[in-house]
């Protein structure tokens, strides 16, 4: 999301403790919610410090993910979650403009239209792997 190490992360993991654990779980639920929609490959999730231009990343068909601790925060959570996941899962590249994929942060989202993306370009991305 919003940032140029999308492909890798130069934000640095936290250590893993009671309090990473509990945030990574906020994001595992999101993972889980969007593998009731698609049928999505096993994902590492990594919390990370605070950067100050990304919230997230995705390694491209790397199926890892990295999310910094102010997002896990960031009531637009799983607009974040998603978005790194069409990244990682399915090599969705940035779409300008598009209320998942632009590298800018679209908030205010409803669950229903995040997921409802999510789906669409999952499907473009099987359908373009044809
Ligand atoms: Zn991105």
């Known amino acids: 999301m919003k940032t140029k190490f999308d492909t890798y992360s130069e934000m640095k993991n936290l ?14 639920n999101i993972i889980y919610e969007a593998k009731k929609l698609k049928n999505i490959p096993r994902v590492s999730v990594r919390i990370t410090e605070d950067s100050p231009d990304t919230l997230g990343a995705g ?22 979650v998603y978005h790194e996941l069409l990244h990682t ?3 969705v590249d940035h779409q300008k403009g598009d209320i998942l994929m632009d590298p800018r942060l679209r908030g205010g989202l409803t ?4 997921q409802k993306r999510f789906v669409y370009w999952a499907n473009k991305a099987e359908r373009d792997k044809k």
Do not use: F, H, P
């Open 15 to 28: 250590q893993m403790n009671q309090d990473t654990y509990k945030l990574r779980r906020d994001v595992m």
């Open 89 to 91: 899962c399915y090599g």
């Open 59 to 80: 390694r491209m068909k790397g199926n890892i993910i990295w999310i910094s601790k102010r997002a896990v925060k960031n009531r637009n959570l799983r607009t974040i």
């Open 111 to 114: 669950k229903e239209q995040v």
